[in-house]
């Protein structure tokens, strides 16, 4: 996903907010990426995860990306990240994973977060 975000925010500014478990964000070789990511174009925010810092972020935000891999364990998520975007208003941008596919009509489904984004843009309404 970061490539392609990081090639759209040279046609527009980008924030990406995590909301998550910064002791798993810190372990992980992700963290690094997104650091290495950044820039004045894309910026990053990390805040800790909590209920109140996810409703927060929601009722913040301009769009919910849902990300995901091809995975054996990740193709069975539920749809509950998708959902609570959904019920905050937002415009949800999700990998489509199999628990996601009732909801398509609510949401933009592709593995090219980048591309949904340019989509929203492109149609605000």
Same mark, same amino acid.
């Given at each position: 996903m970061?490539?392609?975000l990081?090639? $759209?925010?040279r046609?527009?500014?980008?924030e !990406?907010? !995590?909301?998550?478990?910064?002791? /798993? +964000?810190k *372990?992980?070789?992700?963290?690094?990426?997104?650091? =290495? /990511?950044v820039? *004045?174009?894309?910026?990053?925010?990390l805040?800790?995860?909590?209920?109140? +810092?996810?409703? *927060?972020?929601? /009722?913040?935000?301009?769009?919910?990306?849902?990300?995901?891999?091809?995975?054996?364990?990740?193709?069975?998520?539920?749809p509950? =990240?998708?959902v609570?975007?959904? =019920?905050a208003?937002?415009?949800?941008? +999700?990998?489509?994973? %199999?628990?996601?596919?009732? !909801? /398509? %009509?609510? $949401?933009? $489904?592709?593995?090219?977060?980048?591309?949904?984004? =340019?989509?929203?843009? +492109?149609?605000?309404?």
């Open positions: 970061l490539p392609g990081k090639s $759209l925010s046609e527009v500014p980008l !990406l907010h !995590l909301v998550t478990d910064l002791n /798993a +964000a *372990q992980s070789p992700l963290l690094g990426e997104l650091q =290495r /990511a820039d *004045q174009r894309l910026q990053l925010r805040t800790p995860w909590s209920l109140q +810092a996810t409703w *927060q972020a929601l /009722a913040q935000c301009d769009l919910v990306v849902v990300p995901s891999l091809p995975s054996v364990k990740k193709l069975v998520k539920s509950n =990240r998708a609570e975007g959904i =019920r208003g937002r415009l949800v941008l +999700a990998y489509p994973l %199999p628990s996601y596919q009732d !909801l /398509a %009509p609510g $949401l933009w $489904l592709g593995d090219d977060m980048a591309a949904g984004i =340019r989509a929203a843009l +492109a149609d605000p309404k």
